[in-house]
């Protein structure tokens, strides 16, 4: 098949892809590809290329491109190629154009033509590679121009151009929903169509269509339920069947839009009841793609009306996932959790262990959404702990995206659910130092905010507690070096505001910081504005105190230097700050009120108080003010510019062919055009048709007026609709965190292998101990325990491990006595009293719970029968033999037909595909397919023919180029 | 929706690119780049999943190929690794034994295949049968059109010598 008649290309383009695959760097890479783009420059501007060279050269530029490189010079070659009569080469260029250009590219005006053309072809193949490109290229302006044939196209009686012309349509509504409103209809026709293919793809446009406006498809519930209940007994053709699987992909888009269709509306939800739970029953939980269906069903569980079977069989679901070694299940279980927890919030306290150990785990991607789980789940009762664990992973992290996220989440909690504003000053005070220029500036304002208005109560000692707290651990944190700006402009704000408010320091030592703040950070305006600003302040409530102020040297010179600075903003603050300072106390204490950022201050909209002064102005001959509004000869501008904006977007293209012209023509057109014009009129249409193509083909960038003017339009409107561009959403990464993730990366790592030793090498011996730790986090995350308790057991966190000796821990297996003792220096929580609700029962179960729970631990650790310990342990050892059970038929079945192609039999993908699973430690996917086996057969031959083509182009493994083949044979 | 598909090589050599969502040349290469960053060095028992930049990656190593495809934040990872999957045991029907060196030579072949898989970042075809008999029928169509043309280039210069 594919590869038989060799690789159907020149010896030119193997060796260069050869001659990639032997490049030892990337720059020895990318200087192959500049030396291919200008043989390829050179080349394809030849003359009289015959095509099939031709053809090459442009399966060479994508090549170019692939690799990372501009390959623009050739597109309109691709373009070209597109016009070709000769199915292969058409298909090539479609291929080639479909890779190269954007949906707004300009050369797409030159390809419509042609897919217009295609689409009528009489030949379904030219059809399908059409919609392919309409699918990727049209956009919304040519929409029009190929809308009416795609829409016919639905009725095709070919299913795969039915199905690529639902996914146009689809597409289309996704670019511009305006243009296709009319033809939603058409979806709801094709759903019951009788190809289950063109079924499937019908999903997808009315999954979109559903999230949009669910209340309109409100019918259709009954409908998807019973092609959902045909699907998973089997009555699609045994061709849909995936791993012994009744079409899956098919069963997992039904079950979104049920999703979507049963939220919120119990009638619809309980049509729906009976198949979901038949599926979760059916479900083969040993494969793949069984568990993505019944993770699926999990999620439409958690989003339609609660029913309580249902969530039952959800939650086991739940459990098996967490409990799987596969770190897939387990990441999907604790996503399943984040979504049943809004149900049935109990959920959560029977998985407290698992979801600790997910967020220890090494791997990272499973301790973000184990987070995340967190997040959902945070109450006043376990905000602390949960955002003190946030906030240590943040430090840890220096993927900017992901920081953002979580610090934003930290805030979030906090101000949402901050016990004290202690602990909310003390939280913001470390998010902003580690994170601060990735908040939300407005986060920032909060703070000072809260930090002026106190906490609502009419205390006044506790805010200047609170300010004096706050002052101090700023005059603390100041000091450090590369602290982000944000966070530098609260500090100033607040040592401006509140540094010398309880007299404990002194204004020349406030004014001290100050200076070196702006000193450390001469570069950033914005702090220099605050710091000035912060200086003002204090030398204003200095001066209202009655005392005498003395202005540092450093003060001195900083105030001289904002003098003469570029910014007019900092210039105006320090020539105010001098004006201050020659005030008398009276004049001060008005200007500069002591604590008065809250209070509100009026505003006189209307300058009542220049009225005055504009009527002697008047009197004394100006002009008076004329409002904007009233002002004749402005106005044009404006309304000029909205004018041509109107005209430009008015102005449609045109997608038909021109009309043939008309012998009455405009009075203005001379009468020589006319006859030329006249004598035209008699031409037959086809043969117009024709010329028009031929010329659009041969020159495509032929400038006839007309061409010119539409594409000139086109530039005028892309400026208006043209999408933006992909833009990266990350900020670029501070440069006062680097030090800190440097530090920082060493502790991680220490922490990481400390306990991934732990869990690999003695875990069983260990088991209680760190279950001991484990199950006083899991109390403070799920248990309403008490506050006080909380903070101790998160400050404790790790004290038990490294204050036990290692004999001791050898003991504690054994010996249930010793253990207690190791337990009872674990601070016993003592009950709340504040908490008097729900949590107040709860708290007190849950104090004795864990010792409970530990005891039933020890005492029955030699039978290991205790939930816990037996699943880890018990899972842990059938589940390797069954591995190696797998592995070794696997190896007999995957490698004996391909002994026969000599070295060559594991470079095939699919044995290193049955190796993988296993390497990987699930046994999900190790059963290959009988039919798979099957094939093997004759595919020794295949590869063996490979391998004998690969050789003789001199590609061979033992050359001078092991890298390319050395993974395959490994 | 699925934005990108990429076939990297272990040693952070790109085999496949399809992009479904915009992305500029430039943005590409970043991608590719930060991505082999993330993919490559990750252990064998971690999950398949990584987040990155809002959206979710999923890929798997086929021997010394990884397969990574980007999704949005709520779809289902598990799905997609199974589309993975399918995409690769069409690609063995149709090569027979597939290796990465087929994929490098015919990387076009790969494409065309990918088309019938997928359009517009989503799963058109579910059944592999249906796929190969399309693939199948494109690639007897090009035989025949070869032979016509070669045909009729023989009459062509048949008819004018």
Same mark, same amino acid.
């Not at chain 1, 770190?327 to 959920?347: T, V």
């Not at chain 1, 905000?383 to 906030?391: C, F, H, L």
């Not at chain 1, 106005?635 to 038909?656: I, K």
């Given at each position: ?8 290309q ?41 095509k ?42 479609? %291929? ?74 689809h ?7 305006s ?8 979806? #709801? ?8 293919g ?9 999954y979109?269509?559903?999230? &949009? ?15 959902? +209940? ?96 596969s ?21 959560a ?28 789940m945070?109450?006043?009762s376990?905000?602390?702990? &949960? ?7 943040m ?7 992901? +920081? ?63 300010r ?14 590369k602290?982000?700006?944000?966070? %530098? ?45 912060a ?36 210039q105006? #603050?320090?020539?105010? %700050? ?10 001060a ?24 002064y ?49 012998p009455?023509?405009?009075? #203005? ?50 400026r ?56 006083k ?12 308790? +909380? #903070? ?57 719970d ?14 290991t ?84 083509? $690969?050789?003789?182009l001199? $590609? ?15 | 929706?699925?934005?990108f ?8 050599? !790109? ?5 479904y969502s ?10 590719i ?24 990656? !999923? ?38 034994? !597939? ?19 997928l ?17 199948a ?25």
């Open positions: 098949m594919g590869s038989q008649g060799g690789f159907g020149s010896k030119e383009f193997l060796d260069l892809i050869k001659s990639i695959g032997e490049a030892r760097s990337k720059a020895e890479e990318d200087r192959i590809v500049l030396h291919e783009i200008e043989t390829l420059k050179r080349r394809i501007t030849e003359p009289d290329i015959p099939r060279k031709m053809k090459e050269y442009i399966i060479r530029l994508v090549y170019v491109e692939m690799l990372g490189h501009d390959a623009s010079f050739g597109y309109i070659h691709a373009v070209k190629m597109t016009h070709d009569d000769n199915i292969h080469l058409k298909r090539t260029g479609y %291929l080639a154009v479909t890779l190269f250009l954007n949906e707004d590219h300009d050369l797409i005006i030159l390809i419509v033509n042609t897919i217009q053309k295609d689409l009528k072809s009489d030949n379904y193949l030219v059809v399908c590679a059409a919609l392919n490109v309409v699918c990727k290229l049209i956009n919304e302006e040519t929409i029009p121009a190929v809308l009416p044939q795609v829409v016919e196209l639905l009725g095709h009686q070919k299913e795969a151009v039915r199905k690529k012309a639902v996914m146009a349509l597409r289309f509504y996704q670019r511009a929903p243009s296709v409103n009319h033809l939603i209809s058409n979806f #709801r026709k094709r759903l019951c169509d009788n190809d289950p063109v079924m499937g793809a019908t999903l997808c446009p009315l979109d269509l559903i999230t &949009i406006d669910v209340n309109a498809y409100k019918d259709l519930v009954a409908s998807f339920a019973s092609i959902l +209940k045909q699907v998973a007994e089997r009555r699609l053709p045994k061709s849909y069947d995936y791993h012994q699987m009744p079409a899956p992909f098919i069963q997992i888009k039904l079950l979104k839009i049920l999703a979507l269709l049963g939220s919120g509306d119990k009638k619809a939800s309980e049509q729906m009841y009976t198949i979901v739970g038949d599926i979760m029953r059916k479900c083969d939980s040993t494969s793949n793609i069984g568990n993505a269906v019944l993770y699926e069903c999990i999620c439409c569980i958690s989003s339609i009306h609660p029913n309580p079977k249902l969530l039952e069989s959800a939650a086991d679901a739940i459990a098996k996932f967490l409990k799987s070694d770190h897939n299940l387990k990441y999907l279980g604790i996503d399943a959790l984040g979504r049943l927890i809004k149900l049935s919030p109990e959920i306290e029977q998985h407290q262990l698992a979801v600790i150990d997910c967020l220890e785990d090494p791997d990272d991607t499973l301790k973000r959404k184990t987070f995340e789980l967190l997040y959902k945070t109450k006043s376990n905000v602390e702990v &949960i955002v003190d664990r946030m906030i240590d992973y430090i840890n992290i220096n993927d900017s995206h992901n +920081k953002t996220e979580i610090a934003s989440r930290c805030v979030e909690l906090a101000e949402q659910f901050a016990p004290s504003n202690q602990w909310f000053i003390q939280t913001m005070n470390r998010v902003f130092e580690h994170a601060g220029d990735l908040v939300n500036p407005k986060v920032a304002h909060n703070l000072m905010r809260l930090i002026a208005e106190g906490f609502g109560e009419e205390d006044d000692t506790a805010d200047s507690q609170l004096s707290s706050a002052v101090e651990s700023y005059l603390r944190i100041v000091v450090e070096p602290l982000p700006s944000t966070f %530098l402009q609260v500090i100033c704000w607040v040592l401006g505001e509140y540094g010398t408010a309880d007299g404990k320091y002194s204004a020349s030592y406030i004014t001290g910081k100050l200076c070196d703040v702006a000193e450390a950070y001469s570069t950033d305006d914005t702090v220099k504005a605050y710091a000035i600003s200086l003002m302040k204090i030398y204003s409530f200095e001066i209202a105190a009655g005392r005498k102020v003395d202005v540092l040297p450093e003060c001195q010179s900083f105030i001289e230097e904002l003098l003469a600075s570029h910014s007019t903003d900092l105006q #603050r320090a020539y105010e %700050l001098q004006a201050i300072l020659g005030l008398d106390a009276n004049v204490t008005n200007i500069m009120p002591m604590d008065a950022s809250c209070e509100d201050i009026e505003i006189d909209r209307s300058l009542s108080f220049l009225n005055g504009v009527q002697q102005s008047i009197e004394k001959g100006a002009q008076p003010y004329i409002p904007e509004s009233e002002r004749s000869g402005m106005t044009d501008v404006s309304s000029f510019r909205s004018q041509e904006l109107h005209e430009v977007s008015s102005h449609a293209l045109r997608f038909e062919a021109y009309e043939l012209p008309k009455v023509m405009p009075s #203005r057109v001379s009468p020589i055009e006319q006859s030329s014009s006249n004598e035209l009129v008699p031409a037959p249409e086809p043969s117009y048709h024709a010329e028009m193509h031929q010329v659009a083909s041969s020159v495509p960038s032929v400038s006839d007026p007309g061409s010119l003017e539409l594409k000139l339009k086109l530039d005028g409107v892309q208006k609709w043209g999408r933006p561009t992909y833009s990266s959403a990350a900020p670029s990464t501070s440069n006062a965190d680097i030090p800190k993730i440097q530090n920082g990366a060493p502790q991680l790592d220490a922490v990481s292998s400390s306990s991934s030793k732990a869990v690999s090498y003695d875990s069983r011996r260990q088991q209680v101990e760190i279950s001991a730790e484990k199950q986090l899991a109390a403070s995350l799920f248990g309403g325990t008490s506050k006080s308790h +909380k #903070r101790q057991s998160s400050g404790s966190q790790k004290v038990p491990k490294t204050n036990i000796p290692a004999a001791e821990k050898s003991h504690v297996a054994k010996n249930a006595t010793s253990d207690t003792a190791v337990l009872e220096r674990t601070p016993q929580p003592p009950p709340d009293l504040l908490d008097l609700d729900e949590s107040a029962v709860s708290s007190s179960a849950q104090s004795v864990p010792f409970k729970q530990l005891e039933g631990l020890l005492d029955l650790n030699q039978d029968s205790t939930l816990t310990t037996s699943d880890a342990s018990a899972s842990g050892a059938p589940d390797v033999m069954s591995l190696y059970g797998e592995t070794t038929l696997n190896v007999q079945s995957g490698g004996v037909p391909n002994l026969l192609p000599a070295g060559r039999d594991e470079a095939n993908l699919l044995s290193g595909l049955a190796g993988t699973p296993n390497r990987n430690g699930h046994g999900e996917n190790t059963v290959t397919n009988p039919t798979q086996q099957l094939n093997k057969g004759p595919n020794a031959k295949e590869s063996l023919e490979k391998d004998a083509l $690969v050789r003789q001199g $590609v061979t493994p033992t050359g001078q180029n092991p890298n390319l083949f050395r993974d395959l044979l490994g | 929706m699925i934005h598909v990429l076939l990297i090589s272990r040693q952070g050599k !790109v085999r496949l690119t399809k992009w915009p992305y500029p040349q430039k943005e590409r290469t970043k991608v780049r930060e991505l082999s960053g993330l993919i490559l060095p990750r252990g064998p028992k971690l999950c398949n999943f990584v987040e990155w930049r809002g959206f979710k990656v !999923v890929y798997r190593r086929y021997a010394s190929l990884y397969f990574c495809m980007c999704i949005n934040q709520d779809d289902n990872e598990l799905e997609i690794l199974e589309i993975i999957h399918h995409y690769v045991e069409i690609l063995d029907r149709y090569f027979g034994s !597939v290796c990465e060196l087929d994929l490098i030579f015919n990387f076009h072949k790969a494409y065309y295949i990918l088309d019938e898989l359009i517009a970042g989503e799963l058109q075809e579910s059944s592999k049968k249906t796929v190969a008999r399309h693939i029928a494109q690639d007897s169509l090009v035989e025949t059109a070869k032979e016509q043309a070669s045909s009729l280039s023989n009459i062509i210069a048949e008819a004018t010598k």
